[in-house]
């Protein structure tokens, strides 16, 4: 078997928390539902459309070892993304909604801080 069918590709990013509702409370507001969880609601497996997150308790979520810098969500209007999001009193790092120029025609996105320190970046492909 071949590893590009053997892996096929992001199954989850966890996220560690001191309140798992809080946390699944704040991602609803970008359209995530909650996709699995038990009895005790520790972990919260959450998704939209392919993207899932683990959201799980932690006593010291800042302490994690790795190197996740952002996780981005793809949008298809950054004006519209950026619009809703500044609504719910989230400001963009950036401070604006910014272009680059990876892939052929460039991308545009803007950046925020999530409940955990995490950066959420909203990104449009053009």
Same mark, same amino acid.
């Given at each position: 078997?071949?590893?590009?069918?053997?892996?096929?590709? *992001?199954?989850? /990013?966890?996220?560690?928390?001191?309140? #798992?509702?809080?946390?699944?409370?704040?991602y609803r507001?970008? &359209?995530?539902? #909650?996709?699995?969880? !038990?009895?005790?609601? $520790?972990?919260?497996? *959450?998704?939209?459309?392919?993207? @899932?997150?683990?959201?799980?308790?932690? !006593?010291?979520?800042?302490?994690? $070892?790795? &190197? /996740? $810098?952002?996780?981005?969500?793809? #949008?298809? !209007?950054?004006?519209?993304? =950026?619009? =809703? @999001?500044?609504? *719910?009193?989230?400001?963009?790092?950036?401070?604006? /909604?910014?272009?680059?120029?990876? =892939?052929?025609?460039?991308?545009? =996105?803007?950046?925020?801080? &999530? *409940?955990?320190?995490?950066? /959420?970046?909203?990104?449009?492909?053009?």
């Amino acid at each position: 078997m071949e590893v590009n069918q053997l892996i096929q590709g *992001l199954q989850h /990013i966890g996220i560690p928390t001191y309140s #798992v509702e809080e946390t699944c409370h704040f991602y609803r507001q970008f &359209g995530f539902a #909650v996709d699995w969880s !038990d009895e005790s609601g $520790d972990p919260v497996f *959450l998704k939209n459309a392919s993207c @899932v997150l683990e959201i799980y308790h932690s !006593d010291h979520p800042n302490q994690c $070892d790795g &190197g /996740i $810098d952002h996780i981005a969500l793809r #949008v298809n !209007d950054i004006e519209e993304a =950026y619009r =809703y @999001v500044t609504s *719910l009193g989230y400001q963009a790092l950036e401070g604006k /909604i910014c272009r680059n120029q990876v =892939y052929s025609n460039g991308s545009c =996105y803007f950046t925020i801080v &999530g *409940l955990n320190h995490e950066k /959420i970046e909203f990104s449009q492909i053009m």
